[in-house]
Every structure is written in C-alpha cells, then in structure tokens.
C-alpha cells in the first residue's frame, strides 16, 4: 500500500514516481522528460534568510542613489535606477514605465521581503494564515523581477556611453551590483520543497495547538 | 534515450492531483467533491489535474506578440538629438550600429536578446501547441526541454527596454545630447510581457498527454 507521500509527480509531465531519497546539492531528473525533480540544498531556510537580510541593507542606495556620473562637454549628468522609471514616466510611455518600475524597482524589493519573512516565520516556528500565500508570491516574484537583466543593461549603456563621455562610478552602482548578487543568490540557495515541507510542518502544529509543541 | 512512448501512468491516470505551486500530491478522490474549487492543503492554491484552458489562452496570448512584433521591429524604438537634429533608430539600427563601432560582443548580445529570443520564443511555442493539437509525437524529450528553455530565456528580452531606459535618464545634456524612446519600446515591452505569460500559462504535462 503506497500513500501520496511515497510517490511525486514530476512536474514537467505529470509522470508518476516513487519517491527517493537524495543527496544534498545532487539533482534527479525525470526519466521521461528530463526535468528536475528533486534539487536538496544544504540549510536553505537560514541561508536565504541571511542572504534576504543583506540584499534587503543594500536596496534603497542601490535603486535611489545615481549610479554614474557622466561628464561630456563640461557639463554632467547623473541617474538611479529610480531616475531610469521617472524618465520614461516624464516622456509620456505610461506602460513601458510601469513595466520598467515593477520589474527593476517594485518586485526585487518584494521578492527579498517576502523570503526575508517568510524564512525568519519558518526559523521562528510561527505559522500564520497568510504564509503560503507569502511564499506562493515570492516564487513568482524571481522570474518577474529582473535586476539581473537590468545589470547586463547597465555594462551595455557602459559601452555605449563611454564613446561621448567620460565616466565616473557612483555609490549606487556598487551597491546595486551588490543587490543583483544577493538576488542571484537567494535563488541559489532556495530550496523550496524544503520551505513547503517546514509550512506544513509548522501548519500541523498550529492546528493541533501551540501547547504540543516542544 | 529513445521516444519510449508507450503510455506510462500519469498521476492523473492514478486519481492524483499535483498542486502547480508546491508540488504536493493529493489523491482526487479524498477531496470534497461538492465544492467548486478544490485547494492544496499545503499552499492553499487551486488544483487542477491540467491548468485550465492553457492551449487556447496560450494561442491567444501568442498570436497577439507576433502581431505586436511587426511594429516593435519596424518603427523606431529610441530617437537621439544631436545639436537639433533627431535621428530615430528601430532595434535592428541599434545593432548593426553596435557592430560599425567594431562592439561586436555588445551587437551579438543586443541581436540575441531582442531579435533571436522573441522568434524563437514564438515559434517554439507554435511547434509545441500544434503538436499537442495534432498529436505529433516525436521528440517529446526535446520539445519538452525547448520548452524549460522558452521559460527561461523569457526575461532576457527586457534588455533593450533597460538599455534605453538607462540611456535616456544618462545621456541629456540640455540641447546638445539627449535620448528619448519611440513608439516601439510600447510595442516591444507588450511582446515580451505576452511571451513571458504564454510561457507561465502553459502547462507542459499537455505534451505528454497527447
């Protein structure tokens, strides 16, 4: 007699299997279209909460501070990340700004405060009706904030602007640099059957009353 | 490995759901039938064996970017004054004139992420949903992975938007220099955000069920 735990459907076809256990930091693929099943992280709640914590430190310098100072002709001209969203505000693209704003300025910053409490809830114990839906979010906020891309755009800009001015690098563009590591970061480290497991763990208890607990 | 595509049990064959957001598996039968919507007990998103209506909202999320793209490709994207003299360029000037200054890294970087990705996003995604349509069922194991591709790849086309984003906060020097986006960056932004949704949309466990 098999239960539901003993088995996992891969997600990528729908194939039903038999669970295994795995080694940590080894991925298993799904035998019939390659997916990957199980990818185990060592320590993955802790890590993505220190690693939330210090992009978190780093994000308002990184997105309202000037990245570059350019000098061309006597004159100078600097901008943020923020200034990026306010110009094609100001130049009337209303849907280019709003995409620019929720992908470089709005879901990064989500993206880190969701697992930052999401991670320090799990480290606590303490479930909360809304956490599934906190972490449900922050899955989805990876793949649409972008500050990784938006990095690639700045080395680009660099090479284009180097040609008709001169450069100077601002506080703002380490920091922000520092941002996209710990963003990359965070998703290296996430584990998130691991935080589902740890959810319903603490989801259990708190239906069972906190007096068992301990 | 070879197509062994003799039919395997699916856990939807089996009676069993796999939440899209965890991953939990839950057996069909146990839940309470009566009520509309069925929720994981782990996440609290809504089940479903496949996601719901994914090849027709798919199609039309798809045939909206490839009607979008014409404009995106034929009008200008970024305009730059130069002493009072407006030059519009569309994506393909910005990257032959990549390639003119001899940036041949910056060109190839440019052309990939905002010409290649989005065709091949587009045509991916044709070939996947015709050959759920019409049964074809060779090369699963590589549509299957074209697919994790398409979804991966998907964010990179923002890369032309940001460029100009950057370039138009950056280079305004009062009336000497200054650069200013065009119609495209409208047409263009939609491409990308219509792909990244048919991509989201798209439930790759059709593939294997046809």
């Known amino acids: 007699m098999t239960t539901t735990n003993d088995l996992i459907a891969c997600p990528g076809c729908d194939l039903l299997l038999k669970k295994i256990e795995s080694v ?20 993955s709640i802790t890590k993505v909460l220190a690693i939330s ?3 978190l430190l780093v994000y308002i310098p990184a997105i309202f501070l000037p990245l570059l100072t350019l000098h061309s002709m006597g004159m100078t001209q600097s901008g943020s990340i923020f200034d990026a969203f306010l110009s094609f505000y100001h130049q009337k693209y209303y849907i280019v700004a709003v995409l620019v704003l929720i992908t470089s300025v709005f879901f990064p910053l989500l993206n880190l405060s969701l697992l930052f409490s999401v991670s320090l809830q799990l480290r606590m114990r303490s479930y909360s009706r809304s956490l599934p839906f906190l972490f449900r979010t922050a899955l989805h906020m990876d793949e649409w904030g972008m500050p990784d891309v938006y990095l690639i755009a700045l080395l680009v800009s660099i090479v284009k602007i180097n040609s008709v001015a001169t450069i100077d690098y601002n506080i703002g563009f380490f920091c922000f640099i520092f941002l996209v590591l710990m963003t990359r970061a965070s998703t290296s480290t996430l584990d998130p059957e691991a935080f589902w497991q740890k959810i319903e763990e603490i989801r259990l208890l708190s239906t069972f009353g906190k007096n068992d607990v301990r | 490995m070879s197509d062994k595509t003799a039919k395997q049990l699916t856990a939807m064959d089996a009676g069993f759901l796999s939440c899209h957001d965890c991953g939990k598996l839950l057996e069909a039968g146990q839940m ?7 929720t994981c007990t782990r996440c609290n998103s809504e089940l479903h064996f496949r996601k719901p209506h994914s090849i027709a909202r798919v199609w039309a999320l798809i045939i909206t970017a490839m009607v979008l793209f014409i404009p995106a490709n034929l009008l200008p994207i970024m305009r730059v004054d130069f002493l009072g003299t407006k030059s519009y360029s569309t994506i393909m000037d910005g990257i032959i004139y990549f390639f003119h200054e001899g940036e041949y890294g910056i060109g190839l970087i440019i052309f990939i992420a905002s010409v290649l990705v989005p065709l091949f996003k587009m045509i991916g995604m044709v070939i996947i949903l015709l050959s759920i349509q019409f049964k074809w069922r060779k090369g699963l194991r590589h549509k299957s992975s074209m697919f ?15 460029v100009i984003a950057l370039m138009s906060t950056l280079v305004s020097f009062g009336g000497f220099t200054a650069t200013v986006a065009a119609p495209a960056a409208t047409y263009f932004s939609t491409v990308v955000v219509c792909t990244m949704v048919a991509a989201l949309t798209f439930d790759s466990r059709l593939l294997w069920d046809a």
């Open chain 2, 32 to 38: 309470i039938q009566d009520r509309a919507v069925l």
């Open chain 2, 148 to 162: 994790r591709f398409i979804e991966f790849i998907g964010r990179w086309s923002m890369l032309d938007i940001f």
């Open chain 1, 53 to 55: 914590i210090s992009g």
């Open chain 1, 24 to 43: 940590p930091g080894k991925k298993l693929f799904c035998p019939r279209c390659n997916t990957v099943l199980v990818h185990k992280k060592v320590h």
